[in-house]
Nanobody, 123 residues
């Protein structure tokens, strides 16, 4: 398995931006597809974005398309989530995850998870 540590969360006003990062260690990072999920209080963890092993394929939840961008740097073993035009409904704990599949958008397809970072968007 790969170990994952998220960073970059915080408090931002609606319309603002945040950049989340996830640092990976333990196994060959470039062998994993990477994803971001989020979980709001009282709600199920939901898919946000995913990127393939090579970075040439991405997927997004409809709720974040056009506002969020996922990217990866295989030389630095990191994956990032640039979040723009943030809305109060984006408030959640954001989790980074790794999958052995070429790309994945379903929670059960992910093998390793980080501890999460809190994102709070005020109105």
């Amino acid at each position: 398995q790969v170990q994952l540590v998220e960073s970059g969360g915080g408090l931002v006003q609606a319309g603002g931006s945040l950049r989340l990062s996830c640092a990976a260690s333990g196994r060959t990072f470039r062998s994993y597809a990477m994803g971001w999920f989020r979980q709001a209080p009282g709600k199920e963890r939901e898919f946000v974005a995913a990127i393939s092993w090579t970075g040439d394929m991405t997927r997004y939840a409809d709720s974040v398309k056009g506002r969020f961008t996922i990217s990866r740097d295989n030389a630095r073993d990191t994956v990032n989530l640039q979040m723009n035009s943030l809305k109060p409904e984006d408030t959640a704990v954001y989790f980074c995850a790794a999958s052995r599949r070429p790309i994945a958008s379903i929670r059960i397809e992910y093998d390793s998870w980080g501890q999460g970072t809190q994102v709070t968007v005020s109105s």
